[in-house]
């Protein structure tokens, strides 16, 4: 199977994440998500549902990209759909996420983990 290349599409409060974030892609997904946050400030989701790759080193971007807005007081919060590969890492790595971009009743300051 041939990874995708990375590529990152943003909205106003929404980045959307394809292909593989891999040890080359994690520099610009940490400056995109600094810059789009407003560097931490303001809230942000981010949609992981079509990354087909997702290492340790890029999970260590998103954890800290969360802390950081919890220290400046903005919101970065996690998008997997079920299914992805990005649901199953997150799941795997316990952080919080949600299945879509629409709450449906989801909590977003909780995990919406289903196993």
């Known amino acids: 199977m041939d990874e995708r290349p990375f590529s990152v599409t ?11 974030v891999d040890e080359y892609a994690v520099i610009a997904l940490r400056n995109t998500l600094r810059e789009q946050s407003e560097d931490y400030t303001a809230p942000l989701a981010v949609d992981l ?38 649901q199953r890492v997150l799941l795997v790595c316990a952080l919080p996420y949600l299945n879509s971009l629409e709450l449906d009743g989801q909590d977003p300051s909780g995990p919406s983990v289903v196993a």
Do not use: F, M, Q
Request: glycine letters at 10%; charged letters at 15%; hydrophobic letters at 45%.
């Open 49 to 86: 549902s079509d990354a087909d790759y997702l290492p340790s080193v890029a999970v260590s971007v998103l954890v800290t990209a969360i802390r950081s807005a919890e220290e400046a007081g903005g919101k970065v919060t996690l998008v997997a759909k079920a299914g992805s590969i990005a």
């Open 10 to 20: 943003s909205s106003p409060g929404v980045l959307t994440v394809s292909g593989s």
